[in-house]
């Protein structure tokens, strides 16, 4: 199976809706609070015709080295916010979970899903004028393709 046939299975297995008009969740939009607008300006952008619900979670933003510290302990991130600082830490990145059946969900095919519609409307956003960065997707980290290992993870391009 290609990974476009799994995705358009997977879709009309979710049964949800072509255009969507999902809205951020109050949470969701304070732990935007604090990254470059031009995310902020994507992500919203993005709910609205992504076939997914999706949220950001409360560690998804702006992190402290603290958070951050506390994340690399846990092994959630590679960087431990001293020595390796993550992008999370000077705003230019947020992380996504999608939002199923009132459940949130880091299934990598639902993620690539809203990735590509995130890096869709990131490409129109621009073109139009209406921001000045460029994303790059977590899930293509160190790899061509679909190999990465950063599925949730959206950061600006430096
Ligand atoms: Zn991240």
Not at 38 to 46: G, M, N, R, S, Y
Request: contains cysteine; charged residues 20%.
């Amino acid at each position: 199976m290609t990974f476009t046939t799994l995705i358009v299975s997977d879709i009309n297995k979710l049964k949800v809706r072509k255009m969507s008009n999902f809205n951020f969740s109050k949470r969701s939009v304070e732990h935007m609070q604090g990254v470059d607008p031009d995310l902020i300006v994507i992500f919203t952008e993005a709910i609205k015709t992504c076939p997914i619900d999706f949220g950001v979670p409360v560690t998804g933003g702006l992190r402290t080295v603290k958070v951050q510290g506390k994340l690399f302990i846990d092994n959630k991130s590679k960087c431990d916010g001293i020595l390796s600082i993550s992008n999370h830490q000077t705003g230019n990145a947020l992380d996504f979970y999608a939002y199923i059946n009132k459940k949130a969900s880091w299934d990598k095919v639902h993620l690539s899903i809203i990735a590509g519609v995130i890096m869709a409307t990131a490409k129109r956003l621009l073109k139009e004028g209406k921001i000045s960065i460029k994303i790059k997707w977590g899930g293509e980290f160190g790899s061509q393709s679909f190999h990465g290992w950063d599925y949730p993870h959206i950061e600006v391009v430096v």
